[in-house]
């Protein structure tokens, strides 16, 4: 009984992954950038996301990845959120002012990147602006891995600060 189960809960992640993937956003090699906004354009929704991946941090220590590398996953996390920025200044996303916005990235059990949303706040950037995010997103993340090795697929948000 319990094979069964096992078996159809994979066969459940098989699909759900199949099924984000045929339907995705803007989409390089299996990373999808797209604003919460349009997540139901694209066919995505935010519930079966969270329900393949794992939180990276939780309270519940048992409902997280990186239970007890928490200290270290927010050093590699801190990071990358450096170097992505980095990365924005440095291939073209200008900005007249500083730009706050939340993101949340999906990636898999390699540190490979698979979803990135975010939530710019309303009329804060212009739409070439935007153009240009997503497609500085997509270059950074074509070879970023995620220096930590986890057991399960995660995901972890926060606020975010581009100058």
């Not at 694209?42 to 996301?49: D, E, G, S, V, W």
């Not at 996303?93 to 698979?114: A, C, I, S, W």
């Not at 070439?128 to 970023?144: A, G, H, R, S, V």
């Amino acid at each position: 009984m319990l094979v069964v189960f096992f078996i159809l809960s994979e066969m459940k992640n098989y699909f759900s992954f199949l099924y984000l993937f045929l339907f995705g956003g803007a989409c390089y090699n299996g990373q999808t950038v797209v604003s919460f906004q349009n997540l139901a354009s694209q066919h995505i929704r935010l519930q079966q996301l969270d329900s393949i991946y794992t939180s990276a941090l939780h309270q519940d220590t048992g409902k997280s990845v990186f239970n007890h590398q928490a200290e270290q996953f927010i050093s590699c996390y801190t990071s990358l959120i450096r170097e992505l920025g980095r990365f924005q200044k440095n291939n073209g996303f200008t900005l007249d002012q500083p730009l706050k916005y939340f993101h949340r990235l999906y990636f898999n059990t390699k540190g490979q990147l698979e979803f990135y949303l975010y939530n710019f706040p309303p009329n804060s950037v212009t739409p070439q602006q935007e153009d240009m995010f997503i497609k500085n997103c997509i270059l950074f993340f074509k070879t970023y891995r995620f220096p930590i090795s986890a057991s399960a697929p995660f995901a972890q948000c926060c606020k975010v600060q581009l100058n």
